[in-house]
Structures are given as structure tokens and as C-alpha cells.
């Protein structure tokens, strides 16, 4: 089992920034993949970016140049730097690992943009 807890969430102005943190624990041992997932009011959930246990990220196209998704192996925690936040990019995020074929989640993180 993988236990994730998210961090960070909070409300921000439009053009503004958060930081959030997503931290591992349990079987953390060959985890393939750990990303960030997002679900909007109505909406599907979708995924926002992704890193690999090799480093390599990929990103949904609305978040590109905006957020950056990096890891701290020795810390066993992966973050999502958020910036010139929308209103549109507010929304539940979860964090998401992947061990072999089984994925987990956390409980998930509100980030609301508004005035």
C-alpha cells in the first residue's frame, strides 16, 4: 500500500501562485510514476502533470509553462508549482502514484482562484 497526502491547496488571487506538496509513504518502493490530477465543478477529472521515477514530466496543455511538477526522492515527496493561476484551473487536485499496476490517491486539495 501507498498512503499520499496533498498539501498546499488554498485561494489565490487570479495571476497568483501556490505550492503544492504531496508527500508518500508505505511501499514507496518501485513506484513507476507520481502525478497531480485535477477535477473541476462538473467536470471530469484530468490529468494536470506527471513525473517519472526516471524524471520525465509531461503536462496537460492548459498548464503548460504555468505549473512544474518536480520530486524530492529523499524526502519521498512530489510538488506542483503553480503559477499565473487562472480561474479556470480551480478545482480538486489529487495526488496520483503508481506501483506496478495498481494506482493510489490521496484525499485530494482545493485550490480556488478567484478576486
Known amino acids: 500500500q501507498v498512503q499520499l497526502v496533498e498539501s498546499g491547496g488554498g485561494l489565490v488571487q487570479p495571476g497568483g501562485s501556490l505550492r503544492l506538496s504531496c508527500a508518500a509513504s508505505?511501499?514507496?518502493?518501485?513506484?513507476?510514476?507520481m502525478g497531480w490530477y485535477r477535477r473541476a465543478s462538473g467536470k471530469e477529472r484530468e490529468m494536470v502533470a506527471r513525473?517519472?521515477?526516471?524524471?520525465?514530466?509531461n503536462y496537460a496543455e492548459s498548464v503548460k509553462g504555468r505549473f512544474t511538477i518536480s520530486r524530492d526522492n529523499g524526502k519521498n515527496t512530489v510538488y506542483l508549482q503553480m503559477n499565473s493561476l487562472k480561474p479556470d484551473d480551480t478545482a480538486v487536485y489529487y495526488c496520483?502514484?503508481?506501483?506496478?499496476?495498481?494506482?493510489?490517491w490521496g484525499k485530494g486539495t482545493l485550490v480556488a482562484v478567484s478576486l
Open positions: 513525473i517519472t521515477s526516471d524524471g520525465n514530466t
Open positions: 508505505g511501499s514507496i518502493f518501485s513506484i513507476n510514476a
Open positions: 496520483n502514484a503508481q506501483r506496478y499496476s495498481m494506482q493510489y
